[in-house]
């Protein structure tokens, strides 16, 4: 609890989920952090255009964090937006998707709990959600999914990460749509492991940037999951969808590859 003669932190922070990437996607809620902020701390997946909606006199900091590529150490982002805080400035922490789902939001929050700095979140629309919908197909459906799971494919240094075959006996015997995020390098396991417990003809997906004129995507099977990836060259940003939920569409494509079962778009 904060001691009544603490001093006041004049500043504000508010992190903001800006969505897949289309502008057009964001709430007006965080449209108007956006606008108002003089500090923008923007992620590498956020997209010129909503960059765009910045005041004109607002410092805009990249604070890229990308997969497989160079990236700001996360201890010194939160020292970026804490001195800005305590500078007197209106921090926006603009973040891809929603900072709340693999956003490391949450790390973010505690930091600057802790020292003292109430911070405002405004929800964005995740990309695992995005996709299936630029697709057309639902995540959830009574006929062939009663819940979803949203889980990541890139595990930190030293943990074991997600216990693939665990996950696949539970979402084939609770028929649950499975939304990976960072799959992409390490697709070869993730197929070899979810093929322990999900039939080798369940559909999957493929989507990268997802929402934005150059998304492009591939539908085919658990079975050949890893071979598409290679076969297409879809890489990341991508998310991959496996379930039920995307029968219909794979029915509907009429361009499928004999020897591998995919569709690419």
């Not at 084939?172 to 992409?184: E, F, Q």
Request: contains cysteine.
């Amino acid at each position: 609890m904060k001691h009544p003669c603490s001093p006041r932190i004049p500043g504000t922070c508010t992190l903001v989920g800006a969505g897949p990437g289309d502008p057009e996607l964001l709430t007006l809620k965080a449209l108007k952090a956006i606008q108002a902020a003089t500090v923008l701390l923007v992620d590498d997946l956020v997209s010129d255009a909503i960059v765009a909606y910045a005041a004109p006199t607002a410092r805009v900091v990249y604070v890229g964090k990308r997969g497989g590529c160079q990236s700001t150490p996360q201890t010194f982002i939160e020292k970026l937006m804490l001195m800005a805080v305590q500078e007197g400035e209106r921090v926006v922490r603009l973040k891809g998707g929603d900072p709340f789902i693999f956003g490391r939001g949450g790390e973010e929050v505690e930091h600057l709990r802790a020292a003292g700095v109430e911070v405002q979140v405004i929800n964005g629309i995740t990309a695992g959600l995005a996709a299936t919908t630029a697709l057309g197909v639902p995540l959830t459906h009574r006929e062939y999914a009663h819940g979803v799971v949203l889980v990541t494919g890139h595990a930190k240094p030293g943990d074991s990460g997600t216990d693939w075959r665990q996950l696949a006996a539970t979402a084939h015997s609770a028929r649950l749509t499975l939304v990976i995020y960072m799959g992409i390098s390490g697709a070869a396991h993730i197929q070899q492991e979810l093929l322990t417990g999900l039939p080798a003809e369940t559909p999957v997906a493929i989507i990268q940037n997802a929402s934005l004129v150059q998304q492009r995507h591939a539908l085919t099977t658990l079975e050949h999951l890893h071979h598409t990836i290679a076969d297409t060259g879809l890489g990341s940003p991508s998310i991959i969808v496996v379930g039920d939920v995307l029968q219909g569409l794979a029915a509907s494509s009429t361009s499928l590859h004999p020897a591998t079962g995919t569709y690419a778009h």
